[in-house]
C-alpha cells in the first residue's frame, strides 16, 4: 500500500483523476470470486468535502468479461498509480 499526500501526489495522477471523473464512481466493483488468487485494488480520496473510495476485486478479469466505460474510467487511474 502507499499513501500520497497533497503535493506528493504525481500530476499525471491528479489529471487522470479530475479527466476520468471518478470522484462520482465511488463503491465497490468488480467480482471477488472471480479469480485465484483475488486481484484488488482500494483507492481512498480524501477531499475538502468528503471521501471518496473506490474498491475493485479482480479488475483484469472484470474488464475482460464486461464492457463497462466506468471500469475502464477506474483501471486508466488506477494503472497510472501503479507505474507512479
Do not use: Q
Not at 487522470?16 to 485494488?41: F, K, M, N, Q, S
Amino acid at each position: 500500500m502507499r499513501t500520497w499526500s497533497g503535493g506528493e501526489i504525481p500530476d499525471n495522477v491528479c489529471k487522470a483523476i479530475h479527466e476520468e471523473g471518478i470522484l462520482d464512481l465511488g463503491g465497490v466493483y468488480g467480482d471477488r470470486d472471480a479469480g485465484d488468487p483475488i486481484e484488488y485494488d482500494h483507492l481512498r480520496l480524501v477531499l475538502a468535502d468528503g471521501v471518496v473510495e473506490i474498491e475493485f476485486f479482480n479488475r483484469g478479469i472484470t474488464l475482460f468479461m464486461t464492457d463497462d466505460e466506468k471500469f475502464r474510467r477506474i483501471h486508466r487511474v488506477l494503472s497510472k498509480l501503479d507505474k507512479a
